[in-house]
């Protein structure tokens, strides 16, 4: 069973595509994917997908600031 969780959805749409924010959501789907396939290592997939999502706001307000800065850069 894989969870399919659309972390950043809204943002790709609106950048076309936050390379910081695709490359964690693969990050986060591969650690979800193989927490449910190995057993042996349950404990310590679990304490990395839980630092996983506990960084990911942090994640994304990284997006949004790459956003806001290219935003500037491009407008001066």
């Known amino acids: 069973v894989s969870i399919r969780a659309p972390f950043c959805a809204k943002m790709v ?4 595509g936050g390379a910081t924010c695709v490359a964690f959501d ?4 591969a650690v979800l994917d193989v ?3 190995v057993a042996g290592f349950n404990s310590e997939l679990d304490h990395l997908k839980s630092n996983l999502i506990s960084i ?3 994640i994304d307000d990284i997006e949004k600031l ?3 800065l ?3 850069q491009q407008g001066a």
């Open 13 to 16: 749409d609106l950048l076309g």
């Open 26 to 29: 693969l990050l986060m789907q």
């Open 56 to 58: 990911k706001p942090f």
């Open 70 to 72: 290219n935003c500037r």
């Open 66 to 68: 790459n956003r806001v």
């Open 35 to 37: 927490t449910v396939k």
